[in-house]
């Protein structure tokens, strides 16, 4: 393929988080009244918004979230990912080694986000090319975001690579024309996350040594890391 942009998802991709932020929804809905095992979090909530993951809950339990659940599920979220998060293993390398622009498309937060750049020490990468879903209309699965980003950076949507790491960031690629490589690096792919048999990738990595591997074969990267 010819690339003139690569769009990178945040959580799952760059930073390992999806794991604790199962941990802390789970348990804090637990706590509410509403039992949500991982399998349900898999499917209702990997990879949406607060906004989207809301709607889902009111539709699988029939009730909305307490009005102050979001507040209180930030403040604690954001108190474990400040404690515990780390960027995935080998990222820094691939980025560092990157001849092609690249950017940041995520359905977090931007305060969400700014911490997890921090956190993981991937701020200085980023600086200036972070796009999320507070940007468009329609979050993920809709192509809006990517499609948003790829304009801003000035890219055409069918030169563009995702590396995303859920079923609705790769359906979002999909479906704004761009190539779109699933990475199965994160303790949640590890745990037992699958994409459905009808979401087909380009590609799928296993890990940052893959992607670089990646990468390299197309020309994108002036190395490789070792597997």
Not at 9 to 16: H, I, K, P, S
């Amino acid at each position: 393929m010819g690339c003139d942009l690569i769009i990178f998802d945040c959580d799952g991709v760059l930073v390992d988080s999806e794991m604790l932020s199962a941990g802390v929804l789970m348990a804090m809905m637990t706590e509410e009244g509403f039992p949500l095992t991982e399998e349900a979090f898999r499917s209702d909530f990997l990879g949406r918004s607060f906004a989207a993951a809301a709607l889902r809950a009111k539709e699988r339990f029939g009730r909305a979230l307490p009005e102050d659940f979001e507040g209180r599920y930030r403040d604690r979220l954001f108190a474990r990912l400040e404690a515990e998060l780390v960027a995935m293993p080998g990222v820094a390398e691939v980025l560092a080694a990157l001849r092609v622009p690249f950017c940041l498309a995520t359905s977090s937060s931007p305060r969400r986000l700014a911490l997890s750049l921090r956190a993981s020490g991937l701020t200085a990468f980023f600086e200036g090319r972070c796009f999320t879903a507070s940007e468009v209309a329609r979050g993920k699965p809709a192509p809006d975001l990517f499609l948003h980003a790829a304009a801003r950076m000035g890219a055409e949507p069918a030169r563009c690579l995702v590396i995303e790491d859920s079923e609705l960031g790769v359906r979002a690629g999909l479906a704004a024309g761009m190539e779109v490589w699933h990475f199965a690096g994160g303790c949640h792919v590890l745990a037992g996350y699958r994409l459905p048999a009808e979401v087909v990738p380009h590609r799928v990595v296993a890990g940052m040594a893959e992607l670089g591997a990646g990468f390299r074969e197309l020309g994108l990267s002036s190395s490789a890391l070792s597997p």
